[in-house]
C-alpha cells in the first residue's frame, strides 16, 4: 500500500523523459548500432526485489505506438529469451557471440518491454535472496514493475497498453491481467498467450491423442491406452487411479519427453543431438506453482471488452494446441466467425498460415508447422498475426 501511494507521488510530479541512466548507448555484437532507443535497468519492487527489464522502443513512431509487455514462462524462464531469440530487434546468431537484426521484430510497430520476472530469474535478484514465491505474488510483482515503468516513462502513460507471454505465461498473463484492469491509469486493451499452460487437465489429456495421431504411439500402445484409461467414449489420461493406465500413459510421457525427441517443436532436431542420457535427463519443466482459476481470469476479461488472443504453434508438445483449443472451446463463448485458414504473404506469394476461429473479443489462432516459441520458427506469419492482433483487424 505504501509503495503505491510513492508511486502516485512520483507520478504527479512526472514530466521527466525516459531514465537517462538507464539508455543503452553502445551493445557488443552488432553489426551497427540501432536507429531505436533502448533502455535496460531495474524495477525496484518491493524494498528486497529488483526486477531487471529491456524496452526497445518501436521502429515506428513511438510516441503512437501501443506498449507491450512480453513475459516468457517457465516458471523461470529469462524473457530475454523472447527478446534474442523469438521477436526482438536483434537476435543472437549461431556463433553465440553476434547480433544481427530482425526484420519481423515486433517493436517494427510497438514499444516492447521485456520484464525478467520473478525474482531470481535472469538478472533480477533479490536482496535477501529468499526466492520462494507464488503465482499470486508474481503477479503483484509484474505488477509493481508496470507501476515503475510508467513513473520512469511517464511519456507513454496514454499508449494502448497490451500484455503477451507465451509458455507459463498462461499464467503469468491472465493473474496480471486482473490486477491492470482494476487499474484505470493504465490504457489495457488486451492480452495474447501463446502456446500457454491454461489447464493441466486439458493439456495432459489432448497430449495422448496428439501422440497418436502424430505417429508417436503405435497401435499397441493406443489399444491399451483405450483399454485401460477409457469408459464410454470418455478417455481419463490425466489423473486416473487405474494403475495399467497410469503405467500407459508413463510410457506416452517416456515418448513424448524422454526418447529423444524435441518436445518444443516435434519436426525440429534435437539441439546437441540425442544423448544416450536423454533418459534421466528428459524432465517437464512446468511446475504447478499456485491455485489458479485461469478460466476466471479469462471471463472477466472478455465481459471488459479486451481483445484476448489465444495462439499456438500446432506441432509443440509441452502445450499442445489441442488442450488450447479445447480450453478456448470450454468457456463457451459466442462464434463471432466459424473456423476457417488464415493467411499471410510470405515474401511470394499468400501462404495458410493456419486456422483461426473467433469468438466475441477472444479468437484461438494455430500457426501452421511451428512449435512452441512461435516468433523463432514462424517469425513471418508470427509478426502478420501480432500486427492483426495490435490493429484490432481480422486475422
Ligand atoms: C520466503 O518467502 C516466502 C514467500 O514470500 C515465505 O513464505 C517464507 O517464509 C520465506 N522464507 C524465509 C526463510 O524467510
Ligand atoms: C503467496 O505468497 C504471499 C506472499 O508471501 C502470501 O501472502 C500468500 O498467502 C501466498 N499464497 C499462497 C496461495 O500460498
Ligand atoms: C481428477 O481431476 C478432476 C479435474 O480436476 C477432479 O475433478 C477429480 O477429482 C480428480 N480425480 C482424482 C482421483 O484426483
Known amino acids: ?105 515486433w517493436n517494427m510497430i510497438a514499444n516492447m518491454l521485456y520484464l525478467e520476472s520473478p525474482a531470481g530469474v535472469g538478472f533480477s535478484y533479490s536482496d535477501n535472496k529468499n526466492y520462494t514465491t507464488n503465482d499470486t505474488e508474481v503477479s503483484m510483482n509484474n505488477y509493481l514493475a508496470l507501476k515503475e515503468f510508467f513513473r520512469l516513462f511517464p511519456e507513454y502513460r496514454t499508449n494502448e497498453f497490451y500484455l503477451t507471454g507465451e509458455s507459463y505465461g498462461g499464467i503469468y498473463i491472465p493473474t496480471l491481467a486482473e490486477r491492470v484492469m482494476e487499474d484505470s491509469s493504465i490504457n489495457l486493451q488486451g492480452i495474447a498467450v501463446g502456446n500457454g499452460m491454461s489447464s493441466y487437465e486439458l493439456n495432459d489429456n489432448s497430449l495422448v491423442y496428439f501422440a497418436y495421431y502424430h505417429g508417436l504411439l503405435g497401435t499397441s500402445l493406443w489399444t491399451d491406452l483405450q483399454t485401460n484409461c477409457c469408459k464410454d467414449g470418455k478417455c481419463n489420461f490425466y489423473n486416473s487411479t487405474d494403475r495399467t493406465c497410469s503405467y500407459n500413459v508413463g510410457q506416452v510421457a517416456n515418448i513424448v519427453y524422454r526418447s529423444g525427441l524435441n518436445m518444443y517443436n516435434l519436426y525440429a532436431p534435437c539441439p546437441g543431438g540425442v544423448s544416450t542420457m536423454s533418459e534421466e535427463n528428459g524432465q517437464l519443466v512446468i511446475y504447478d506453482l499456485g491455485n489458479n482459476f485461469i478460466e476466471h481470469e479469462f471471463s472477466v476479461s472478455w465481459n471488459q471488452k479486451y481483445r484476448i488472443l489465444v495462439y499456438n504453434g500446432d506441432v509443440d508438445m509441452a502445450c499442445n494446441f489441442l488442450g488450447d483449443e479445447w480450453f478456448v472451446e470450454s468457456l463457451q463463448q459466442q462464434v463471432q466467425v466459424k473456423r476457417r485458414t488464415w493467411l499471410f504473404f510470405n515474401g511470394k506469394s499468400q501462404q495458410v498460415g493456419g486456422f483461426v476461429k473467433e469468438f466475441s473479443n477472444l479468437a484461438f489462432l494455430t500457426v501452421k508447422g511451428s512449435g512452441h516459441m512461435v516468433p523463432t520458427d514462424k517469425p513471418i506469419a508470427a509478426y502478420t498475426m501480432f500486427s492483426r492482433f495490435l490493429t484490432k483487424q481480422p486475422y
Open 1 to 105: 500500500m505504501r509503495l503505491l501511494v510513492v508511486c502516485l507521488l512520483f507520478g504527479a510530479m512526472g514530466v521527466f523523459g525516459a531514465p537517462e541512466a538507464d539508455e543503452i548507448k553502445y551493445l557488443p555484437g552488432l553489426p551497427k548500432q540501432p536507429s531505436f532507443k533502448q533502455y535496460s535497468g531495474y524495477f525496484h519492487v518491493t524494498e528486497n526485489e529488483h526486477l531487471h527489464y529491456w524496452f526497445v522502443e518501436s521502429q515506428k513512431d513511438p510516441a503512437n505506438s501501443p506498449v507491450v509487455l512480453w513475459l516468457n514462462g517457465g516458471p523461470g524462464c529469462s524473457s530475454l529469451d523472447g527478446l534474442l531469440t523469438e521477436h526482438g530487434p536483434f537476435l543472437i546468431q549461431n556463433d553465440g557471440n553476434s547480433l544481427n537484426y530482425n526484420p519481423y521484430s
